[in-house]
């Protein structure tokens, strides 16, 4: 199963080569047809490409579209699995500190000491007070 940072990278070259494809080939046409013997500012080819990329036909457009969308939900579910991995450590601290009361000291001392770590006062202040009204 691939994770989800290399579907994301993936995609991001898909997307990246079939849009580069699409203004290459708006590019020789518009040099076939003689339309670049005018000049032209880079924004103002810009602005044609965006609006021939607009009116392709819907297969290529919803390829793009499909492309947006799975990397869209490769996105999501690395951040699901992000918040999943933060609830498991999470579980693991808390059978930590009811099962082995012998070291019950020492993991809170290094709760203390991580919370503390936060630049923000005002995000140091509410952590420890939510942590002393669960312990």
């Given amino acids: 199963m691939s994770r989800p940072e290399d579907i994301i990278a993936r995609l991001d070259e898909e997307m990246e080569a079939t849009l580069t494809e699409q203004e290459l080939r708006l590019i020789r046409a518009a040099h076939e047809t003689g339309f670049l013997d005018f000049r ?30 799975s990397k869209e939900a490769a996105a999501a579910q690395k951040r699901k699995d992000e918040t999943r991995i933060k609830i498991l450590l999470g579980a693991y601290l808390q059978a930590r500190l009811e099962h082995f009361p012998d070291h019950r000291e020492e993991l809170l001392r290094g709760l203390e000491s991580f919370i503390r770590s936060d630049e923000r006062e005002h995000a140091v202040r509410k952590n420890l007070d939510l942590m002393k009204g669960y312990l």
Wanted: net charge positive; glycine share 0%; no cysteine.
């Fill in 40 to 69: 032209m500012s880079l924004k103002e080819l810009r602005a044609m490409f965006k609006a021939h990329i607009a009116s392709l036909d819907a297969p290529k457009r919803s390829k793009l579209k499909r492309m947006k969308m």
